[in-house]
């Protein structure tokens, strides 16, 4: 019922010792009480393990996003946990990420071309990555958000018809996951 004294843990140890420690506040109903913890954690793994970095900076974002609510600061905090899996061979959580912080970046757009184009450039890196096979519904969520990103881009440039091309092929793609059968609200979206 109650962890041990985290006392004179170092490195990863501690890394885990704080994230079990956020872990109870979250499950406790306090996430605010958890982002201390988990940023502890994160500074405390980066140098040992950068998979365990971006852990704990993937769930802080997460964290941050509930408590605080979308923000600059929630965008920052997944673009730390995507560096962290730079060159690392961790493709597939590091897609993940990139998908979270392209629906960071699409929400605080709010219409406006700059973040939309960021949004787009990491559902982009995220369907690099993600499949139909191994995937679906990561795929399917990363193909629909690119081409919703590129739709609310205002259309005033000789490429918008090419950017109308990929957003109407990625529907398509998304299409392939939600059917009607399977998920009728998103098919029917």
Same mark, same amino acid.
């Given at each position: 019922d109650?962890?041990?004294?985290?006392?004179?843990?170092?490195?990863?140890?501690?890394?885990l010792w704080l994230i079990?420690?956020?872990a109870r506040h979250l499950e406790g109903d306090a996430?605010?009480?958890?982002v201390p913890l988990l940023e502890q954690a994160a500074d405390a793994a980066g140098p040992i393990s950068p998979l365990l970095a971006a852990q704990a900076l993937g769930t802080l974002a997460?964290?941050?996003r509930e408590v605080e609510g979308v923000s600059g600061k929630v @965008?920052?905090?997944?673009?730390? !946990? &995507?560096d962290a899996l730079e060159g690392s061979g961790l493709d597939e959580p590091r897609a993940e990420l990139w998908l979270n912080l392209g629906m960071t970046y699409h929400e605080l757009a709010q219409?406006?071309?700059?973040a939309l184009i960021e949004a787009v450039k990491c559902y982009q890196q995220a369907v690099?990555?993600?499949?139909?096979?191994?995937?679906?519904e990561l795929f399917a969520l990363?193909?629909?958000?690119?081409?919703?990103?590129?739709?609310?881009?205002?259309?005033?440039?000789?490429?918008? @018809?090419?950017?109308?091309?990929? !957003? &109407?092929?990625s529907l398509r793609e998304a299409l392939k996951v939600y059917t009607r059968e399977t998920h009728p609200e998103r098919w029917a979206g």
């Open positions: 109650r962890l041990p004294d985290g006392e004179g843990l170092t490195g990863e140890w501690r890394a079990a420690q956020a996430p605010a009480e958890a997460h964290t941050v @965008a920052q905090l997944y673009r730390r !946990a &995507v219409g406006g071309r700059g690099r990555v993600l499949t139909r096979e191994r995937h679906p990363a193909h629909n958000n690119l081409a919703l990103a590129y739709l609310a881009m205002p259309m005033t440039e000789a490429g918008d @018809a090419l950017r109308m091309g990929v !957003a &109407v092929g």
